[in-house]
């Protein structure tokens, strides 16, 4: 489990092959970071693809768990300002997503009317 030094962003991290292979997955769940030592150049190519496989689900499952861990509150040492901005943050995530997929709908529309 970790938080990025780039915020407080929920991330997940995991390894497989004795630490090896590790990932990490972002807030949004995709893949951000993928580690090999040097090490794991000795495995095959299926061994070493099934290892990359269980890092990732290992990250992936990490920041599940995260996600539903139980909101901490003000007491805690979550500050009601930090909530604020995370707030802020998500819905400014949101605006910027509806407006991406409002765009997608616009194009899809207009390439449909030119048929």
Do not use: C, K, W, Y
Not at 7 to 12: A, K, N, V
């Amino acid at each position: 489990m970790t938080t990025t030094s780039e915020g407080d962003e929920l991330t997940g991290t995991g390894e497989a092959a004795g630490g090896l292979v590790g990932a990490v997955v972002s807030e949004d769940g995709l893949l951000a970071r993928l580690r090999l030592d040097a090490r794991t150049m000795r495995f095959g190519s299926q061994d070493l693809a099934d290892h990359i496989v269980s890092a990732v689900r290992a990250a992936q499952q990490d920041r599940l768990e995260r996600m539903n861990e139980p909101a901490r509150s003000p007491e805690e040492g979550v500050l009601p300002e930090e909530f604020m901005r995370r707030l802020d943050d998500m819905e400014a995530q949101a605006a910027h997503d509806f407006a991406r997929l409002t765009s997608s709908l616009d194009e899809t529309l207009r390439r449909l009317e030119e048929r």
